[in-house]
């Protein structure tokens, strides 16, 4: 099946800071998520991006469809930044997930 | 905004144990799906359904499990006979087609 890799694993910021997490797939997909699953397990919507960049507010994201990666910055990161941060491939209707950003930010 | 509902939030069984998850998709949604995630792992695909079948199911949806829309608005997870590896977050998402939305989840604890 198809491989979803995210990097880093951990990142640990200072409020304030900004951060790269990227997201490297194995085969050519559908389409692209990105989630924040928040400290209760919920798992909110951040973009659906299957090429170019998108912006929302101190997000955005660039998927470059052809090289097989996608990155997400987060600028300026706040506290309730924290959390798990997922990618997910879209194939054939279905999402595959990767294994996670876990980003940790200290006051 | 409308949003994905899944009850209940929380549920514990004894091993052996049929559970039913229930979920609520977005009203206008096509694709339904589930998916769960062990504690500290990756989310996990099971199976998608669209037009009242099964249209996907991945190898974790074993003969133990099955899925139904018994109306216009619900779509139910079974587990027949609950082991203490189904112990997980059973996520419930819709689409139209593409963007998966998801509910908040039924955290499933096995004893």
């Known amino acids: 099946g198809i491989q979803v890799e995210q990097s880093p694993p951990d990142l640990i910021l200072q409020e304030g800071a900004n951060s790269t997490l990227r997201c490297n797939f194995s085969?050519?997909?559908?389409?692209l998520q990105w989630f924040h699953q928040n400290p209760w397990g919920q798992l909110i919507n951040l973009f659906y991006?299957?090429?170019g960049t998108k912006q929302n507010g101190r997000l955005s994201a660039t998927t470059v469809a052809t090289e097989r990666y996608s990155l997400l910055y987060i600028s300026s990161s706040q506290t309730t930044d924290s959390g798990v941060y997922f990618c997910?491939?879209?194939?054939?209707?279905?999402?595959?997930f990767g294994t996670g950003t876990r980003l940790t930010v200290i006051p | 905004e409308p949003e994905v509902t899944q009850t209940p939030s929380h549920q514990v069984t004894q091993m052996g144990q049929e559970v039913i998850l229930r979920c609520v998709p977005i009203s206008n949604h096509l694709y339904f799906y589930w998916y769960r995630q062990i504690l500290g792992q990756k989310v996990e695909f099971l199976v998608s359904?669209?037009?009242?079948?099964?249209?996907?199911k991945s190898e974790i949806f074993d003969d133990q499990f099955s899925v139904e829309r018994p109306d216009g608005s619900n779509f139910t997870l079974k587990i027949r006979s609950t082991k203490l590896e189904d112990s997980a977050m059973y996520f419930c998402?819709?689409?139209?087609?593409?963007?998966?939305?998801f509910g908040p989840g039924t955290r499933l604890t096995v004893l």
């Open positions: 359904f669209y037009n009242n079948e099964i249209s996907e």
């Open positions: 991006i299957p090429s």
């Open positions: 997910a491939v879209l194939r054939a209707n279905n999402l595959f």
């Open positions: 085969d050519s997909v559908n389409n």
């Open positions: 998402a819709s689409s139209v087609f593409g963007e998966q939305f």
